[in-house]
């Protein structure tokens, strides 16, 4: 199973972004996506996960303000990100859930500005 994330970027404080990961190869059913973040220096954290019907998970420091959805159709797991905050500078990672094995994405950098 690869993982593909797209988005991210530089946006100042108070902005939107959104963050797309796609997942492809031998994919019978994906049981939980998510993604994780790690700032520098940071150990690796959960942001939000979804499970295939559907159930959330926030991390507090994002309840509210951030907003996973999946499309199992397309394998492809969202996360949209509101009122952005210089706190959430780091490089977010993508995960799958296949049985017992989870699976990384590359991680894309995401930069708010203050």
């Known amino acids: 199973v690869q993982l593909q994330a797209s988005g991210g970027g530089l946006v100042q404080a108070g902005g939107s972004l959104g963050l797309s990961c796609a997942a492809s190869?031998?994919?019978?059913?994906?049981?939980?996506m998510g993604w994780f973040r790690q700032a520098p220096g940071k150990q690796r954290d959960l942001v939000a996960r979804?499970?295939?019907?559907?159930?959330?998970n926030y991390a507090d420091s994002v309840k509210g303000r951030f907003t996973i959805s999946r499309d199992n159709a397309k394998n492809t797991v969202y996360l949209q990100m509101n009122s952005l905050k210089p706190e959430d500078t780091a490089v977010y990672y993508c995960?799958?859930?296949?049985?017992?094995?989870?699976?990384w994405g590359q991680g894309t950098q995401v930069t708010v500005s203050s």
């Open positions: 995960t799958a859930l296949v049985r017992v094995t989870s699976y």
């Open positions: 190869g031998s994919i019978i059913s994906i049981d939980v």
């Open positions: 979804i499970t295939r019907a559907g159930s959330t």
